[in-house]
């Protein structure tokens, strides 16, 4: 992956924000980009958000400094009844 990006997927109903891009893409990042920032830049309502996980750690935290070659998966609520 080259330098200053990270890998994001997003998964359940909130691959709409991903666009055209299917699976684990590419992303990149500024210097000090925290997980907050890459949520609004893909415009994800953060109330649609039902766990992160960034290098296979489950985070709640939003002000989480993104580094290169992270791994960032994002999860849409599940609901059910």
Same mark, same amino acid.
């Given at each position: 992956?080259?330098?200053?990006?990270?890998?994001?997927?997003?998964?359940?109903?909130?691959?709409?924000?991903?666009?055209? +891009?299917?699976?684990?893409? #590419?992303?990149? /990042? =500024?210097?000090?980009?925290?997980?907050?920032? &890459?949520?609004? +830049?893909?415009?994800?309502? #953060?109330?649609? /958000? =039902?766990?992160?996980?960034?290098?296979?750690? &489950?985070?709640? +935290?939003?002000?989480?400094?993104?580094?290169?070659?992270?791994?960032?998966?994002?999860?849409?609520?599940?609901?059910?009844?």
């Amino acid at each position: 992956m080259p330098d200053n990006q990270i890998s994001l997927r997003l998964h359940g109903h909130l691959v709409r924000y991903a666009g055209e +891009r299917t699976g684990a893409f #590419p992303v990149p /990042i =500024g210097s000090a980009e925290t997980l907050a920032e &890459l949520i609004q +830049r893909f415009k994800i309502p #953060p109330a649609e /958000i =039902g766990m992160v996980v960034v290098n296979g750690q &489950l985070t709640s +935290r939003m002000d989480v400094s993104l580094h290169p070659d992270d791994e960032v998966k994002i999860f849409g609520l599940v609901g059910g009844g």
